[in-house]
């Protein structure tokens, strides 16, 4: 048990739509980060959020966006969706400011399949 | 950008042997990280070094910390059916107050009982 839940678990969109995914982080998580998964690689840094404001990003284009709220919850938004945007999509949360603060803790994940 | 080289990317051992596996680095890394990762689901953490050198524990698994903070590797001993999976090591740099985590490709485990 990780305390991140993700939701929903697959999706499938067509090429051009726009998608929101969500997480819900337990409270002390005061970080959240995105991944992408692509089948057979390993999780790729989207960005991250601290405090409600985004604090660094992978090389995504700008039509990956986010929000965390104050409940820890969060939401990746992609918009124009394209066929290499299917994978498997991470929420992760973490607690910034305590000595073991890298220990992220990743959501089961979203499987989006773009069409 | 960062990458790290992890290796072998598969293995297929019998039940009750051990496994090593490795990552490396171009970059200095300040802390590295194993997790596990099951079909369907994310990455579940299964250990943090923070210190170049450390040697860590957690039940049949043990993971170092490379001197140069360019590589670790992960030990399993008397694997297990269970223990299959795909494992990824993961730095983490922590510049500029960012959490980035980057991974290497994995590594796949096969134990055949």
């Known amino acids: 048990e990780t305390g991140v839940t993700q939701s929903p678990t697959h999706l499938i969109k067509t090429r051009g739509q726009q998608v929101t995914l969500r997480c819900s982080s337990q409270?002390?998580?005061?970080?959240v980060s995105w991944y992408q998964q692509a089948l057979g690689q390993g999780p790729q840094f989207i960005f991250q959020?601290?405090?409600?404001?985004?604090?660094g990003r992978g090389n995504f284009p700008p039509r990956f966006s986010g929000l965390q709220f104050p409940n820890y919850s969060s939401e990746l938004n992609v918009n124009a969706l394209e066929l290499d945007d299917s994978a498997l999509y991470l929420c992760?949360?973490?607690?910034?400011?305590?000595?073991?603060?890298?220990?992220?803790?990743f959501g089961q994940g979203t499987r989006l399949t773009v069409v | 950008g960062q990458q790290l080289n992890q290796s072998p990317q598969s293995m297929f051992i019998q039940e009750g042997e051990d496994v090593s596996m490795n990552c490396t680095s171009s970059?200095?890394?300040?802390?590295w990280l194993w997790y596990k990762q099951d079909p369907g689901e994310g990455p579940v953490l299964l250990i943090a070094?923070?210190?170049?050198?450390e040697l860590t524990s957690n039940g049949r698994l043990t993971a170092q910390f490379g001197i140069t903070r360019k590589d670790s590797f992960l030990n399993i001993s008397a694997s297990i059916p269970s223990d299959v999976g795909i494992y990824f090591c993961?730095?983490?740099?922590?510049?500029?107050?960012?959490?980035?985590?980057?991974f290497g490709k994995g590594t796949k485990l096969t134990v055949n009982p």
């Open positions: 992760a949360g973490l607690n910034r400011g305590r000595v073991t603060n890298t220990e992220a803790f």
């Open positions: 409270s002390g998580h005061n970080t």
């Open positions: 959020y601290y405090r409600e404001e985004e604090n």
């Open positions: 970059s200095i890394f300040n802390t």
């Open positions: 070094l923070y210190k170049a050198g």
């Open positions: 993961a730095g983490h740099l922590g510049q500029g107050g960012s959490e980035k985590l980057v």
